[in-house]
């Protein structure tokens, strides 16, 4: 089956860090991430860029309207993805924990309508 690990961090805490956290934090992506490659459970990830940078569309009464920023305020913003292959929801969780922001943010698991 396969499941959406929604990353979630408070970007203000994201950019405060210094220069050898923000570096120590990279290197642990890229670690997590080659690990899920080679294991086979890693179908596609990637990060997103900064909340200011979206636009939320909504179509109310046949007319589109756009906003700039997320669809609400929160403490945490939705910071990237990994969709994965996972037997079950223990295995899901198990990889969702290993995920460096686990240890800051939080880690939202979603099972996919699609294939797996």
């Known amino acids: 089956m396969q499941y959406l690990l ?6 203000a805490e994201v950019a405060s860090l210094k ?3 923000l570096g120590a ?7 997590f991430t080659k690990s899920l490659a080679q294991s ?16 939320t ?6 007319k589109t309207l756009t906003t700039d920023g997320p669809f ?7 910071a990237g993805y990994f969709l994965i292959e996972a037997k079950d929801l223990d295995e899901a969780t198990a990889i969702a924990a290993r995920l460096p922001t686990a240890k800051y943010g ?4 979603r099972p996919t309508w699609g294939a797996g």
């Open 6 to 11: 929604l990353i979630y961090a408070n970007e």
């Open 19 to 21: 220069k050898e956290e």
């Open 25 to 31: 934090l990279h290197q642990d992506y890229l670690a």
């Open 40 to 55: 086979g459970n890693l179908k596609s990830n990637n990060g997103l860029r900064p909340v200011s940078t979206a636009t």
């Open 57 to 62: 569309v909504r179509v109310r009464n046949g």
């Open 72 to 78: 609400a305020e929160t403490r945490e913003q939705l």
């Open 106 to 109: 939080s880690i939202e698991i």
